[in-house]
């Protein structure tokens, strides 16, 4: 197993979101997480990747943690696509980031200032990075976001390689990557105690 | 490590890194005294360690909000929180670049600026070992401001009212060497005390600073 957790529980600024989570990843398996917003993906993908504490629960990662992509790229604007990705896979001792460049075809865009490049150009090189560390367990939060059609049948193409390779991904999304994942509905693990407050709010 | 050494280095030599804005300022602050002051030389000759000492603490503090808001803003931060390295070690190797950026800049330019407020003659030596000594210091403990309030909106001002504090016995021990070295004493002391500051804290706060990271990405 290269996740598992049991009677997970994450709580978002202090108020608890999602419990009672059980999952397990095998390596070469996907899961889904879906639901409407604020159910808690972002916040269980975050426990995970060790970004915050889980409120109750057991949390396994295996070996080395996970891969974390959030909403965010971890783009530098004023390095160029090649010294992005450069910097992401000597971080992680990664050999060469040439092969990642090519994977999501960022190589004509190497010598661009990331600046430059449009949303869907600079996700690309965002996911780009999950490739150059070289870790198995990949925890994506939307990965799809900005994202043309084609490119998201390639993502889905990398995903499943490395899937074949005997990664694990967990991906937060609300459209279908392309992938032949399992799904789990966050809606029925919404914490108690956060309906309460839910409620507490609407009155 | 040496990568994001490398990257922060190339980040602030880049256009709109701020490289050079503190040593700008330092440069700034140091004309106006003078020209506030008078042209007295005795007066200048006698505020100037303070004077330089000020000014180096303020241009350091200039771009200190930006050792960790801009990349928690576009998400580097949670990168680094998850990669291999500990994140003390980026804590003191993202320290260590805002001290080659700006301080190390700072510790060079000073002689010429001593000459524009009449510093003494047997000061300058000691200016420089000061400021050396001293500056790291400022970066490491700036580091540790600049984590508190990471995530924050227009943290900076409240990172300044922060730091600032934090900054006196660094000023207190500086000044006191330049003076004293001016004056023909002996600086030894304030020396040995302006080192232990800086090693004291560059040994103890990336802790401190990781913890207040790893709490602000909650």
């Known amino acids: ?203 | 490590m040496r990568a994001l050494l490398y990257r922060d280095l190339a980040l602030a030599l880049r256009s709109g890194g701020g490289f050079g804005l503190g040593l700008a300022f330092f440069l700034i602050v140091a004309v106006l005294v003078p020209l506030g002051v008078g042209a007295d030389r005795t007066v200048l000759a006698r505020i100037a360690p303070g004077v330089l000492w000020v000014a180096a603490l303020l241009a350091c503090l200039l771009s200190l909000d930006r050792i960790f808001a801009l990349d928690h803003e576009d998400g580097s931060l949670e990168a680094l929180a998850t990669a291999p390295i500990p994140l003390e070690a980026v804590v003191a190797v993202k320290g260590l670049a805002h001290w080659l950026t700006t301080g190390l800049p700072l510790v060079l330019a000073a002689p010429v600026l001593g000459l524009l407020l009449n510093l003494p003659g047997a000061g300058y030596g000691w200016l420089v070992l000061s400021l050396a000594l001293g500056t790291p210091a400022l970066s490491v403990i700036g580091s540790f401001g600049a984590a508190l309030v990471v995530g924050l909106k227009r943290g900076g001002l409240l990172l300044s009212l922060l730091v600032l504090p934090l900054f006196i016995p660094t000023l207190i021990f500086g000044t006191e060497v330049v003076k004293r070295g001016a004056m023909g004493a002996d600086p030894l002391v304030p020396l040995a005390l302006l080192a232990a500051i800086t090693l004291g804290s560059a040994a103890l706060l990336p802790f401190a600073a990781a913890l207040a990271l790893r709490v602000n990405l909650r």
């Open chain 1, 1 to 203: 197993m290269l996740l598992e957790a049991r009677g997970l529980a994450c709580a978002r600024g202090g108020v608890p979101v999602v419990e009672g989570i059980d999952l397990a990843l095998a390596a070469g398996s996907a899961l889904m997480l879906t639901g409407p917003n604020g159910s808690g993906k972002t916040t269980l993908l975050r426990t995970i990747a060790g970004l915050q504490p889980a409120l109750a629960g057991v949390l396994m990662v295996a070996g080395e943690g996970a891969a974390y992509g959030g909403h965010a790229d971890a783009v530098k604007a004023t390095l160029t696509v090649g010294e992005n990705l450069a910097f992401w896979a000597e971080i992680h001792g990664a050999g060469s980031h040439l092969a990642a460049l090519a994977a999501l075809h960022l190589g004509p865009l190497a010598n661009r200032v990331a600046r430059d490049l449009s949303a869907g150009q600079r996700r690309r090189l965002g996911l780009a990075r999950m490739l150059v560390t070289g870790r198995r367990l990949w925890l994506l939060d939307e990965p799809t976001v900005s994202l043309d059609l084609a490119t998201v049948a390639l993502f889905a193409g990398v995903m499943q390689a490395h899937l074949a390779a005997g990664g694990a991904v967990l991906l937060a999304s609300h459209i279908d990557p392309g992938l032949d994942a399992g799904r789990l509905d966050l809606g029925p693990f919404r914490a108690r105690s956060a309906g309460v407050l839910f409620a507490e709010g609407v009155a």
